[in-house]
């Protein structure tokens, strides 16, 4: 029988599983709900079910897989195979996630960080076409960072390497969830953007739909505010070239620390397209040092929600 | 006989020799001057001819030595061994630096950029204290970098990987040599410092041993601004924090990005110590994220000139 990968990307609101061939096709996909009740306890026993359910389901044998990998929120202790601090899942204590699900499913088990995972789908099977340096940027509520560098993902001394959200952009700029201020996340997630859109309304006074709306105390989406800039909403251009801005200084940045051949931009944010990117990308050129430019490019993302699955299977391939 | 590596530092000014142990101890030290003329062509069969009678001189054996490692300015192919581009070498055209010391030995050659090696030095032997996540800045005449990650000295798709000296950390700020604006190296290299010096010194009217030099058309050098804050000159504290300034965004960011266990901060601009450090450090804090801030540490560089042909020579290790 063909050896196969399970990946896993537990989110918030659902966990997504996939079985992958070797070569990270995917071959099923399903997701369940996220169970966050009694402190997150449901989540780990409900995982090892739905593996287990959908192994029998396909008719497919345990000892054809190889292992599984999962994506998570939270500090995770890769070594160990535990979870801590993951607040949109209730983990407030360490969860020893490899031990159970091993346990639980008979097949070995491999955890990591969701935007350090989806990086690795984005770069094995995604836009940075399995280079060994590929640096991949998520821009969702919040924003996030995997680092492949040297063909090898980065973690740093304490798990924190690759937190592009919190990159100094602006100094003594918006302050920050974290507690410092002027950080990329304030102002190019899906809620940075819709900072920017309020602030920049504010000083305003031309038409503008966008405008109107936020004078009018309508809800402000990033959606709505791309939207409106490719109808050509002059307020809307003006927020577009401020977040492209911010972004365009961060990535110049990565690029001038790392070189990575791509920077690939997913998440929500990345929706926009190249709408987003071409303008992202003359803020690149100018704060990206000449071989940088060159040799680094800016693409979007191309496995959209199938990054974590995949990104995930990928870290089970140590076990073949 | 014991097993030897030797490294190589190679300079404008001066070629840097060592004879170390496996384990990193300098064991011979001695160095030539750097023959920049006719194109540079005298500097390889110089190189090699330093070797070849040092070798002789201290009685040993080309069959001890596992391999020689070199830094060099310039753009280096490490697979091929060659060099381009080294203008203070007057090397303008690609140089088979690998192939002709090989032959020219007998021993075996590998070869990286100097901030690479300098790095390599400071994390085998020094202030890196042998560890995997170790980020290297030299603040000398420009800013060099070098960066190891996950165990691994990084590269990037072009070599460019650790251009700390081209982190954009003033938008419209000034104009560098590399045709961008406001690269750290403008602000805080040696040559930085002092273009930071005459434009504070400008709109400064108080008193100010600073000050007058700067208005008596004196030299003004980055050792005499640090000199003079350490005697509390009021316009001297004021470039120094400025500097730190820079220094603590630029590496705040690189912490976020990379989250190493130490930031070594060495070259000639380190040589103002502590009082450097801990004004860097101060910003470094204000601008690194949390998790950054309590496992990632700047220090200063330990091994002096020697970072270089100790950090070389740990290039030839592979070879053993």
Known sequence: MDSKLIGVDLGGTTIKFAILTLEGEVQQKWSVETNI???G???VPDIIESINHHIDLYKMDKSQFVGIGMGTPGTVDRDKGTVIGAFNLNWKTTQNVKDDIEAGTGIK???DND???AGLGERWKGAGENGDDVSFVTLGTGIGGGLIAGGQLL???AGAAGEIGHVTVEPNGYLCTCGKRGCLEQYASATGVVHVARDLAEE????STLKQQADD???ITSKLVFDLAKDGDPLALRVVDRVSYYLGLALGNLGNTLNPESIVIGGGVSAAGEFLLDRVNDYFQQFAFSTVRTSTELKLARLGNDAGVIGAAS???TFA
Chains 1, 2 share one sequence.
Not at 204 to 207: L, N, R
Request: proline residues 0%; hydrophobic residues 40%.
């Open 155 to 157: 973690h740093g001394k």
């Open 41 to 43: 306890s449901h989540i």
């Open 315 to 317: 870290l089970a391939r």
């Open 37 to 39: 009740l009694d402190e």
């Open 217 to 219: 105390g309508q809800d």
């Open 115 to 117: 935007a350090n995972v």
């Open 204 to 207: 305003f006074s031309g038409e």
């Open 109 to 111: 088990f491999a955890v």
